[in-house]
C-alpha cells in the first residue's frame, strides 16, 4: 500500500509539472503574442459606451 501510494504521489507531481509546461507553452507561444498584448491593454482603454450613458 506505501508503494502505490509513493507511487501515485511521484505522478501528481509529473502530472502538475506536465501542465503546467504545456499551458507556459500555450500561453508564451509566439503567434499568440499580439492576443495576448491586446488582452493586456484592455483595461486601459477607455469605454466609449459608458460615456454615452
Known sequence: MHELQSLFSSLWVAWFFVLFGGILVWVLWPTRKKTWE????????????????
Open 38 to 53: 491586446e488582452r493586456g491593454k484592455m483595461i486601459l482603454r477607455d469605454d466609449d459606451r459608458a460615456e454615452k450613458g
